[in-house]
């Protein structure tokens, strides 16, 4: 099942890309395995897949060394500070860097351990109370700050945006989120190549609005398994 669901995707991500004149190469499926064990990890990666998305430090930690294939961990959830060595030691890359402290943290244990994380600036594009990220004009102010951090490779912008019913109404929020994302790499003179937006329900719009990264986590494995996965 796991594999027709990636055929699907696959194909799916194929005709948004061409959509939008772009090569399906460009887009890197995240499948985000967060409360799903071990054994479904393995069966997409015999599938072909090779990334995989979770939100909890913790969780990954104990689910990464039970899945016997060469696979990479991107975690896609906030992280606390007092995570961040561990995450450093799985993560191939962070994309929610949320706050100038955090990232601080992480440049700090980073240069001590002699790593140079990728990592992707969280923004808040829905302005919504409840979820984490910079506000666009905060990371505005914040960039020259974040920019000097030298253990850190900041890649691009990633954002969640707020719940809605029909996918293209999340396109105003992609948009906004390639556009600060053009600003910022204009005003500051940097490369941000990377886009992570797009969800099992939305994706194919942000691959039209130019995601980089998509994270799907239900459009794979099928509804969440409780809160958690635990071993
Ligand atoms: C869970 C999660 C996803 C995947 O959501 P689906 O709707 O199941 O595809 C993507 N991004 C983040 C940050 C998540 O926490």
Known sequence: MIAENIASLRARISEA????????????????????????????AQAGLTVFGENRVQEARAKAPL???PVSWHLIGHLQSNKVRQALGLFERIHSIDKVDL????????????????????????????????????L???????????HLSIEGLMAIPPFVDEPSEARPYFVA??????RLAGEFGVQLPELSMGMSGDFEVAIEEGATFVRV???????????????
């Not at 980073?110 to 829905?126: C, D, I, T, Y």
């Not at 505005?140 to 030298?150: D, I, K, N, T």
């Open 67 to 69: 899945v016997a294939a």
């Open 140 to 150: 505005r102010v914040a960039m020259p700050e974040l920019l000097a951090l030298e």
């Open 17 to 44: 890309a061409g959509r939008s004149l772009r090569r399906p190469e460009e887009i890197t499926l995240v499948a985000v395995s967060k409360t799903h064990g071990p054994e479904a990890v393995l069966e997409a």
């Open 103 to 138: 990232a601080r943290d992480v440049d700090r244990i980073a240069g001590e351990l002699g790593v140079k994380p990728k990592v992707f600036l969280e923004v808040n594009v829905g302005g919504e109370g409840s979820k984490f990220g910079f506000d666009p004009g905060a």
């Open 217 to 231: 986590g239900t459009a794979l494995f099928g509804e969440r398994q409780g809160k958690a996965w635990k071993p």
């Open 177 to 182: 989120l390639r556009e600060l994302r053009d």
